[in-house]
């Protein structure tokens, strides 16, 4: 079946640090979604993207759907404390309706 | 607007009890997901359903599971009899037809002791 390998699994910056993550598949997507999920809560939708190549931006967020439909990368500039949290990658498995999600890559942020 | 809403958002329970967890998706969405989250597998899908019909059960892990529909606003998740092993975060996705994007609610924590 999909696998989606996040990359990297954890991350240590200090605030205001610029953060890159990908996400890459092994079969072709055509829908990468971007999830954070903060403790405690359920994941919340940041970006969705529907091309090859499209970049989209929300805020300070950054992403972008690979041009070989295998991969899609998050950045995040100038992370601020509420950046904390794990960054789930997803998109749909080929004929259905079905996510298949990432590992997840855990952001922390050192004082 | 509101989002997807869950409850009871904690519920403890010995094993063996019956455990009923909730679901009211968000107006207007038709497709409904229940998940399962843990340390060890991470997100699961255990159920989905499109227009209240049960599409895709396969991932839910036994008979003990059971998902239903009655209408287009309100889900329910039921483990019948619980096991210290069904400990886990429990969510709710909503969707609307045509898109992928899911929704998802707060989640239910379980706990079986």
């Known amino acids: 079946g999909q696998q989606l390998n996040q990359s990297p699994q954890s991350m240590f910056i200090q605030e205001g640090e610029d953060v890159s993550m990908n996400c890459t598949s092994s079969s072709i997507f055509n829908t990468w979604l971007w999830y954070k999920q903060d403790p405690g809560e359920g994941p919340v939708l940041l970006i969705a993207l529907y091309k090859a190549g499209e970049l989209t931006s929300n805020g300070r967020l950054t992403a972008q759907f690979g041009i070989t439909r295998k991969d899609s990368f998050l950045n995040i500039s100038a992370s601020i404390p509420s950046d904390v949290g794990i960054y789930f990658c997803?998109?749909?498995?080929?004929?259905?309706?079905?996510?298949?999600f990432g590992t997840g890559t855990r952001l922390t942020i050192i004082p | 607007d509101a989002g997807v809403i869950q409850s009871p958002r904690h519920e403890v329970t010995e094993m063996g009890q019956e455990v009923t967890l909730r679901c009211k998706p968000i107006?207007?969405?038709?497709?409904l997901f229940w998940y399962r989250q843990t340390m060890m597998r991470g997100l699961e899908l255990l159920i989905y359903?499109?227009?209240?019909?049960?599409?895709?059960d396969s991932g839910m892990p036994e008979d003990r599971f059971s998902a239903k529909m009655p209408n287009a606003s309100f889900s329910t998740l039921k483990i019948q009899p619980s096991e210290p092993r069904d400990s886990a975060v429990y969510f709710c996705?909503?969707?609307?037809?045509?898109?992928?994007?899911?929704?998802f609610g707060p989640g239910t924590r379980l706990t079986v002791t």
């Open positions: 996705a909503s969707k609307t037809s045509g898109s992928y994007e899911q929704y």
């Open positions: 107006s207007g969405h038709n497709s």
């Open positions: 997803a998109g749909p498995a080929v004929g259905n309706e079905k996510l298949t």
């Open positions: 359903f499109n227009n209240n019909v049960p599409i895709d």
